[in-house]
């Protein structure tokens, strides 16, 4: 029998995880069943339970995969000296996120609001999944904290204010962002940023 290569078993698993993560996207995670998936991926039940054991396994990888990539936009932003001032960063977080070719789609667009919406929701019953959030959110949060003190280390932000407690404000904005557009569709990441800068702006020179 012809050995797999593992490029196959990437792509295959890969395949997977995309169309999962459009059924959740689409009809939330307790109204998706394994079988959702099966048609979605268009693969045998075998074919998906050599990857994963089940739904909660699917949910805890899908959800695992956003918190990935944001982890990887603040290490790409902690390598430059100072980091972007904070509405060019979160503009840049967002957007990557958001890219329709993450897989996690709905309607055409990016289903990442949806998505993390239910997995907050979901959390309030699965254990395993609230830890997996606090461990991210608690990365996040370390992340942005290095990224202040190394505004505050430049000058371009006040000292006197604790870098946690602008960690978790940033934080919530971009949690505030997801719950608007999932509910409503009505924000865009440009209309996040400009009223972010808006608010960095008090208290510097009207722009003639």
């Not at 059924?23 to 994963?52: I, K, P, W």
């Not at 840049?92 to 309607?107: A, C, F, N, Q, S």
């Amino acid at each position: 029998m012809a050995r797999v290569s593992q490029e196959h078993l990437d792509a295959r698993r890969r395949q997977i995880l995309d169309g999962a993560a459009r059924c959740f996207a689409r009809n939330g995670f307790h109204a998706t069943s394994m079988q959702d998936v099966l048609r979605e991926v268009d693969l045998s039940a075998g074919a998906v339970y050599r990857y994963f054991s089940g739904k909660e396994e699917l949910i805890g990888a899908v959800v695992g995969e956003v918190l990935d990539i944001i982890r990887g936009a603040f290490e790409t932003a902690l390598r430059q000296s100072p980091p972007p001032p904070p509405d060019v960063l979160m503009e840049e977080i967002l957007t990557k996120v958001l890219r329709p070719d993450t897989g996690i789609t709905y309607e055409g667009e990016s289903g990442f609001p949806r998505l993390m919406i239910q997995a907050w929701t979901e959390t309030l019953r699965n254990d395993e999944l609230s830890a997996l959030l606090r461990d991210g959110y608690t990365k996040v949060r370390e992340a942005w904290v290095r990224i202040v003190r190394a505004y505050q280390d430049a000058g371009l932000m006040r000292a006197d204010v604790p870098a946690d407690s602008v960690a978790r404000t940033m934080i919530a904005m971009a949690q505030g962002f997801a719950a608007q557009q999932a509910l409503f569709g009505e924000v865009t990441v440009q209309s996040m940023t400009e009223g972010l800068r808006g608010l960095m702006s008090m208290g510097q020179p009207r722009a003639s």
